[in-house]
């Protein structure tokens, strides 16, 4: 049976883990290399790492953070933050990733996926949506506002009909972080997730708001979830996915244990 | 333990170099250079993307080379699309044939409740008796991504469901394939890269 995906995230400034609060606040949270083994070794099914700044300040990814993190791990690696062309991309991939996020610069050109998708497969692109529900909109769920740059940008576009776009030019997973429940630990915006989820046929990863185990079960179950991202309750030893995943598991959630 | 990892520009190698070598495997890599696969001890051949990728091996002369290095008993081990291609082909690229070391070919999962495509964790039911599952408890978890899949038959060395069972490991003689990426599935997948490179070949 399929499993529902624990995902450990770093995101990654100046080489270092940190974490923030709704997008700042950011604090220190160790070795980028040294988190993401742990977090192998206690169980997370995939580790993702954000160069959360990549964008912003216009730095390339950090190959060498990259090499160094991908040479021990032998679980699903995506990392994320600056890529902006398919060959920043391919530098990405050689130095031991499996899978790219791609956000600020999709939403600039959105032909970046298809390119990324064409030469190393539609599983290795991973389309990061950064939203906030809109209280203006007709629908202010499926209809939350997509930022960039971290969320320091409004886009344009919607949650729903820009998950659909990226579907369509190849996207194969979708990485959608509520903004408004980000790193609150008031747990995920169960009902964004499932409106996107429910638009598109490619898997979902959740993000934003992990705080407690029900939290996870909310959104596997309510928020139709096939992935979700944890960061700030793994680092300080509040949990390991291990033992979130034992307690999802008597929760009655379809998780890989023994791991 | 020498492999030779055949590369037909499909995706990237990175994590299955990893793996081999973590497994004690000293690995080259050939996209083209037929000698190579003419004095190979072992194969693999990786594969993530689209099944048309594999026009490449026969553009490249590696299809007979490959045919031939089998024939000779080079134990063989095809991962993903690298395990479609032994199949007679797929409905992902119906004009492209594969090797046809299976007679079957490989489709699209139907679309229904499920998501395609299947992407994560998921068990293995192994048969008894396969060498290159050895030592998988029931229930061990390997990582999956693809939309297509080899029916289960009697060469089937693993059975896993979505949707409905199929392959998710071939074994017949010198020829394996898995359909998951053991290069990504933890210690169950490093386990599976050393029973092939300790495969002595004999059966």
Redesign the interface.
Known sequence: MITKRIIACLDVRDGRVVKGVQFVDIIDAGDPATQAARHAREGADEIVLLDITATHEGRATLLDTVRRTARELFVPFCVGGGIRSADDAALVFEAGADKVSVNSAALADPMLIDAIGRSFGAQAVVVAIDARRDPEAADPVRDAQVFVQGGRKLTNRRAVEWAREAEARGAGEILLTSMDCDGTRNGFDCELTAAVSEAVNIPVIASGGAGTVDHFVDVFGRGKADAALAASIFHFGVSSARSLKEELAKAGVSVRLPC | MRVTVIDYK???L??VL??LR?CGAEAEVTDGDLSLVESAERIVLPG???FAATERLDATGLTPAIRAAIARGVPFLGICVGMQWLYAGSSEAPAQPGLGCFAESCARFP?GQ??????????LEVRPNSRLLAGVEPGE?V?F??SYRAPVTADTAAVT??IEPFAAAVERGNVMGTQFHP?????T??KILGNFLKWKGTE
């Open positions: 499909a995706g990237n990175t994590s990893k793996a973590r993530v993307g689209h679309d499920e998501k395609v495509p299947h992407v994560g964790w998921n068990s978890y990582y991504t693809h469901h979505y290069e990504k599935s933890g210690a997948g490093l």
